[in-house]
């Protein structure tokens, strides 16, 4: 089968597609033939190797690799349809269409990917394309854990999302919105009516209006990019406000541990876990018609290198499609 794989981490260029053994299920695994993955800050922040935090950077290579990737084939999500299940399955069948997050696991860039059965696996919202679903589980898993494990964002709260047009972010706003907030987004000119179509009651436009100098607080603020701190938001939280940090880097660790200790203003972290209960969660708001992707740009599994290019920049509306079968690709 065909898979794209990376030997030693670098840029876009490192990422080459080959030929390598199709996978073969176990007794308690699925076979997935994958029609469509994504490019995720997590993926090329693997291949690359450009950790946020130097804190992390020795665990980090110690998983991952330390003189070369462990793990040589990225993809933290995916479409596909079931094409073997083993003798011992049970929640699944051939020609089943799901959708996955694979995590931390990665290897959706490939044709196939053999998952346990209890792997982050759910039925394919009935409502999308193979495209549209692989954009969901790591961009809508992240944006749930933060808003409603982390944050526990309440109805009629003020929320803001700071990156509200990004893989993250996107899904962050019609999250909070749904969840019944009052919802402000931050992002660049360009995504203005973006956002606001997503559901923000509010939008900013970070190039000329800095949220922190207008006055207003809020319960929760959710940087979904990485490009704000709690030092600079603070003043913008309410008494007992809630920053969220999706990238964390030493000063966020150690205000973590200050503000569990002290001060009524918190700040959170974390990892989104990989759950099917979370996919069956977002498969349900997908097919109400409450959750939608968004997505920037396709690619042919071919271009995975100008796609991972692309991203990188940090400028993406949504999420960047990789189109794996391509008699699955929108026209």
């Known amino acids: 089968m065909k898979a794209v794989v990376y030997q030693k981490y670098g840029p876009p260029e490192v990422l080459e597609l080959t030929e390598v053994a199709k996978p073969a299920p176990g007794d308690n695994e699925i076979l997935i033939r994958v029609h469509a993955t994504t490019v995720t800050s997590g993926d090329y922040r693997l291949r690359s190797f450009k950790i946020p935090s130097l804190l992390f950077w020795l665990p980090g290579r110690i998983y ?12 933290t999500e995916l479409s596909g349809e079931i094409e073997a299940v083993g003798k011992a399955v049970k929640s699944f069948k051939e020609g089943d269409q799901v959708f996955v997050f694979t995590g ?11 998952l346990p059965e209890t792997a982050a696996v759910a039925k394919k919202p009935a409502n999308m394309t193979y495209e549209e679903a692989a954009a969901v589980p790591f961009g809508a898993s992240t944006a749930l854990f933060f808003l409603r494990d982390k944050g526990n964002i309440q109805s009629g709260q003020k929320v803001l999302i700071y990156g509200a047009s990004g893989g993250v ?6 999250l909070a919105r749904h969840f019944g907030a009052e919802v402000t987004g931050v992002c660049s ?16 436009d970070y190039t000329k209006e800095d949220f922190t100098q207008s006055g207003e607080t809020y319960d929760v ?3 979904t990019v990485g490009k704000t701190s709690f030092a600079r938001c603070k003043s913008a939280l309410k ?11 030493l000063t966020e660790i150690v205000q973590m541990l200050w503000t569990s200790m002290a001060g009524n203003k918190k700040v959170i972290g974390g990892i989104a876990p990989e759950r099917t209960e979370d996919l069956l969660f977002l498969k349900e ?11 920037d740009r396709r690619y042919p599994l071919e271009q995975i290198a100008e796609a991972h290019r692309y991203a990188e920049q940090g400028h993406k509306r949504g999420n960047v499609v990789i189109t794996v079968d391509s008699q699955y690709a929108n026209p």
């Open 104 to 114: 931390s696991g990665l290897g959706a860039y490939a044709e196939y990917i053999c």
């Open 221 to 223: 603020i959710f940087d």
């Open 189 to 204: 000119a360009a995504n203005l009516e973006l956002v606001k179509s997503l559901g923000a009651d509010k939008v900013v």
């Open 239 to 249: 008494p007992k406000g809630i920053y969220l940090a999706s990238v964390i880097t």
């Open 169 to 174: 972010g996107t899904y962050a706003v019609q």
């Open 64 to 75: 991952s690799g330390l003189r070369k990737p462990k793990r040589t084939i990225l993809g």
């Open 285 to 295: 708001l997908i097919e109400a018609g409450k959750l939608k992707a968004v997505i």
